[in-house]
Each structure stands twice: as structure tokens, then as C-alpha cells.
């Protein structure tokens, strides 16, 4: 009896010690920051106090684990042996990308950058140079094009690399009522955060099972764990990037290949503009993380092997509540902060 309440007493202790150490993996340094932007008013944004590392050892401890079932094909890593493992950002000319692609520059990794304007990826890529020992290419390309996966192998190739690790960060999102949108808005937002995330995956999936090493990255939404009201096309495309996420995280494990899907809150980047969201209640009433932390999150906890991040802590308090409370109390909550403030005017005066 005395030995089964040490069992149970250790047992407990050992519960304790992991749920400690989930704890503090989990936990970012934090600083907020009032900072004042035109047109927009006071914005607390909130970055990085603190450089997230891990200990080489840990890394090469969470490789073997993620790789201890995987059955390497010999043909597929001799196909590639003379191309440099490329770790591939769609997206990665602005926001959340670009930063990522920093943090993967900073560990030394080849980074190729994917977006369609020249002078912006030109500028990314002038961003980089020097975040760290990995090298910096880029390439203009619309992913939503049917044969975007293609010519993305063959640029690579001419490049002397071969996709790694995807990071499907590219997104685009619409803002007010949703009869509002044209079908064309709508199509293309389908076609970016959904059509080309899913089929780079299934292109790149095959030989990374091969290979038993490489990874995805996708780039979701805590908007994705609930219904969006007045960015309602939006907040469902980022549910199946969730979902699709999740299910294929399940279908691999052991595998030696990495699937992780990041949810942030709101981030401190270009895209709310795009959408004309910038005067929305969100905007104003949330703090925004900063791109770098998110990045800084994303790529720690991807490395870690974690199948879903929530960078910030106020981000992971919201995903609880979400988790827990039920949608008729917090759909219309998002409802009141998602809702342009300028279409409510308009749809006053109508009535
Ligand atoms: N910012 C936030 O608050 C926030 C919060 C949660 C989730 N997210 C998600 O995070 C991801 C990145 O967002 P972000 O804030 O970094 O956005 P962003 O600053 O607007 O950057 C979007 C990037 O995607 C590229 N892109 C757009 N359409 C493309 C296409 N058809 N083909 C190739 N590249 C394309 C853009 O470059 P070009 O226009 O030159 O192609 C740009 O590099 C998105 O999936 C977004 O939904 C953002």
C-alpha cells in the first residue's frame, strides 16, 4: 500500500514537473509598448523582451522522436543529395512572413521567399541579408496560379535547392458584411488561404515522408477557432486551415515530418489595411503582438514538434474562453469587434 501512494505520490510529481515544463516552454518574454500610429490612434503592440533558443541538444533529443517510426526511402534523399534543404515562405516578403523567414535566417537555414511584388520581395530580401548565416533568394510568383507548385520546383532547382520545409503564410482577408463582397473577393481570398495552402501541401507532403525529415508551417488564425461575423469568409478559411492542420498532424506522427499550425490573435502588420479594417472596434480595443514575436513563437514551437501555437498570452486566455464558453455568447462578442465601424454608419443611414 505504502509503495502504490509513493506510485501515485511520484506519479503526481512527475504530472506536475511536465505540466511546469509545458508551462514554461510555452511562456514568451513580454513587453508591451504604446506606440502611435496615423490615422489609428493609440495602439499598444507587444514584442520580444527575450531571444527564444532551444539547446541543440534538445533539438537533436525532438528529432529522434519525430523521426521514430519513419522508414526513409534511400532513393528519395538520393534525388536531392546535391541540392541545399530550402526552407520555403510564401508570403515571405511582408508581415508575419518575412519575419519568420528572419528567424529561420537566423538559424542558418537557406530561406526562399515566394510573393508576387518585385520591389517588395527586393526589399525583404535586402531586410535579411545579414539576419544570419542562411542564404536569401527569392521568387515572384502568384501561388494561386494553377501551376504555382511547378514553377516553384523549378525555380528552386535552378536556385540549387530543394523545398525543405513549406511555410504556408500567404493570406488575405475581407472585411464588412458578407453580401457585401463581390464573387471575385470572395473566390480569390478561397483561392489564397485555401486552393494554393492546400495544394502546395499535397505537393510537398509526398517527398518529405520520403525523405522522413522537412515540415509545414501553416499560418492560421485564433479566428479560425470561431465564427468571424463581418469577416465571415475570412474567419471559415482559417477553421480548414485549423482542421486540415490538426488532421494531417495526426496521420503523421512519427513520420520524421513536422505539421504545425500557428493561430495568432491580431498582429501588428500591413494586412488589416488591405482589408480595410483599420477602423473596426478590434483595431483599437485589442493589443496587437508584434511580427517578430509571433514569428519568434511560430518557428520555437514548430521546432518543438507542437501541432498548434497561440503566440501571446492574452491570445491563449481568448482561446480558452473560446474553447469553453458557448458561440451564443461569444459570436456576437466578436460580432461588435470585428464590425467596420464605417459600414454600420452606412447601414444607419439606410435604415
Ligand atoms: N496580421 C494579423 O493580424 C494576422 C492575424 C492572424 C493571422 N494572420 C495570417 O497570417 C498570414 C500572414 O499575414 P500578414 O499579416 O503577414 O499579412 P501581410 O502583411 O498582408 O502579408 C501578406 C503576404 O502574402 C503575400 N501574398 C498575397 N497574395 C499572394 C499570392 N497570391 N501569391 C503569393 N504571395 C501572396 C503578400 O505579398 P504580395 O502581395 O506581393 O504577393 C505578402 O508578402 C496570413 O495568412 C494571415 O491570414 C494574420
Not at 515544463?21 to 507587444?46: D, H, M, N, Q, Y
Not at 523521426?67 to 543529395?81: E, H, M, S
Not at 548565416?133 to 520546383?153: E, F, H, K, Q, W
Request: hydrophobic letters at 50%; one cysteine or more.
Amino acid at each position: 500500500m505504502g509503495g502504490g501512494a509513493c506510485g501515485t505520490s511520484s506519479r503526481r510529481g512527475g504530472v506536475a514537473l511536465a505540466r511546469a515544463l509545458f508551462f514554461a516552454l510555452s511562456l514568451e518574454g513580454l513587453r508591451s509598448k504604446p506606440v502611435l500610429r496615423p490615422g489609428c490612434g493609440w495602439r499598444i503592440t507587444v514584442s520580444l523582451a527575450r531571444e527564444t533558443t532551444m539547446p541543440p541538444a534538445l533539438l537533436a533529443l525532438i528529432d529522434r522522436w519525430i523521426k521514430r517510426a519513419a522508414l526513409p526511402d534511400a532513393g528519395a534523399i538520393a534525388a536531392v543529395a546535391h541540392l541545399i534543404p530550402a526552407v520555403v515562405v510564401t508570403g515571405g516578403s511582408d508581415g508575419i512572413g518575412l519575419e519568420i523567414a528572419r528567424e529561420f535566417a537566423k538559424l542558418g537555414r537557406a530561406v526562399f521567399l515566394v510573393a508576387r511584388d518585385e520591389a517588395r520581395l527586393a526589399a525583404a530580401q535586402a531586410y535579411l541579408d545579414g539576419a544570419g548565416s542562411g542564404v536569401v533568394s527569392a521568387v515572384s510568383l502568384d501561388i494561386t496560379s494553377a501551376d504555382a507548385p511547378s514553377l516553384l520546383d523549378g525555380k528552386l532547382a535552378e536556385h540549387g535547392y530543394y523545398l525543405d520545409v513549406l511555410v504556408n503564410s500567404a493570406g488575405l482577408g475581407l472585411s464588412g458584411p458578407f453580401d457585401t463582397h463581390s464573387e471575385a473577393e470572395i473566390a480569390q481570398l478561397l483561392a489564397l488561404n485555401i486552393g494554393a495552402l492546400t495544394r502546395l501541401t499535397r505537393h510537398v507532403l509526398p517527398g518529405m515522408r520520403a525523405r522522413a525529415r522537412g515540415g509545414i508551417l501553416n499560418i492560421a488564425s485564433l479566428g479560425g477557432t470561431i465564427p468571424g461575423p463581418f469577416q465571415a469568409a475570412y474567419y471559415a478559411s482559417k477553421a480548414y486551415v485549423c482542421s486540415l492542420t490538426e488532421a494531417l498532424a495526426a496521420e503523421l506522427p512519427g513520420s520524421g515530418v513536422r505539421i504545425c499550425v500557428v493561430a495568432p490573435g491580431p498582429v501588428e502588420t500591413r494586412f488589416h489595411a488591405r482589408m480595410n479594417a483599420e477602423d473596426a472596434l478590434y483595431r483599437h480595443l485589442l493589443p496587437a503582438l508584434s511580427p517578430q514575436r509571433t514569428a519568434r513563437a511560430a518557428v520555437f514551437h514548430y521546432l518543438l514538434g507542437r501541432r498548434v501555437v497561440v503566440p501571446g498570452l492574452l491570445p491563449k486566455a481568448a482561446a480558452v474562453c473560446i474553447a469553453i464558453l458557448p458561440h451564443f455568447i461569444t459570436v456576437p462578442v466578436v460580432a461588435v469587434l470585428l464590425r467596420p465601424r464605417q459600414s454600420s454608419k452606412l447601414s444607419l443611414h439606410k435604415n
